[in-house]
């Protein structure tokens, strides 16, 4: 079993829907969590953090439920350029001496298309 | 300011050559990542450094594959012999030190394809 989990997609949607990615994480350990986002043949770049009490940016929304171990992302109104692949992310510990190390570990992504 | 830096962009190989693929981080950033990302699939971790030290290469598939950062700065992968399966893309990151919360800023990639 992977140990973060998203449905791959592809997620099409028109223009100005509301769209819904979830996410699983396995690793009890775990201690911050993201999203980051994917253009195609570039590099992943933070789109936003997530915490427990919810937190929105904009267009965005990301909820963190640790009990169930569930991640979310909410894009209200979607734009032609949020097309994209959308990384769940949790940082996990590494094992180095200090204990302070972390490492990311991602899902596979899910991709988003929105049409006019 | 500049980001992390990666060469070449994409390196094509014959299988059994050797590669080297350099990173070069932010500046002032301690902690360094390499991950590798195939195709339809999100980075896998490689490998960690704090400083010049891998404090952790349990990402490393195999014994092919090294890692060094001499200066505390620049990184470079290597891979030896190397196979079909290793064609992918391998991503740098670094963060200004290492901690849950220090974001991870990530290169470019350099494109691995071995024929």
């Known amino acids: 079993r992977k140990e973060v989990e998203q449905d791959p997609g592809p997620f099409n949607v028109p223009e100005g829907a509301t769209v819904a990615f979830n996410c699983t994480y396995s690793?009890?350990?775990?201690?911050?969590f993201f999203w980051y986002r994917q253009d195609c043949r570039k590099e992943p770049k933070l789109l936003m953090s997530v915490y427990s009490s919810g937190n929105e940016d904009g267009r965005f929304t990301a909820q963190l439920n640790r009990a169930s171990q569930y991640i979310s992302l909410l894009i209200r109104d979607s734009k032609l350029s949020d097309s994209a692949t959308y990384l769940c992310v949790v940082n996990s510990p590494l094992r180095d001496g200090a204990g302070t190390a972390s490492k990311l570990t991602f899902g596979t992504g899910t991709r988003l298309q929105v049409t006019l | 300011g500049a980001g992390v830096s990666q060469t070449p962009s994409n390196k094509v190989t014959e299988k059994g050559k050797y590669v080297e693929l350099r990173c070069d981080p932010i500046?002032?950033?301690?902690?360094l990542y390499w991950y590798r990302q195939s195709l339809g699939q999100g980075p896998e971790f490689l490998i960690y450094?704090?400083?010049?030290?891998?404090?952790?290469d349990s990402g490393l598939p195999n014994d092919r594959f090294f890692a060094v950062r001499p200066e505390g700065s620049v990184s470079t992968l290597k891979i030896q012999r190397t196979e079909r399966g290793d064609s992918a893309v391998y991503l740098c990151?670094?963060?200004?030190?290492?901690?849950?919360?220090?974001?991870?800023?990530f290169g470019p990639g350099t494109r691995l394809l071995v024929l």
């Open positions: 990151a670094s963060s200004l030190v290492s901690g849950g919360w220090e974001t991870q800023y």
């Open positions: 690793n009890s350990a775990s201690q911050s």
């Open positions: 500046s002032g950033h301690t902690a």
């Open positions: 450094f704090q400083g010049t030290g891998a404090a952790d």
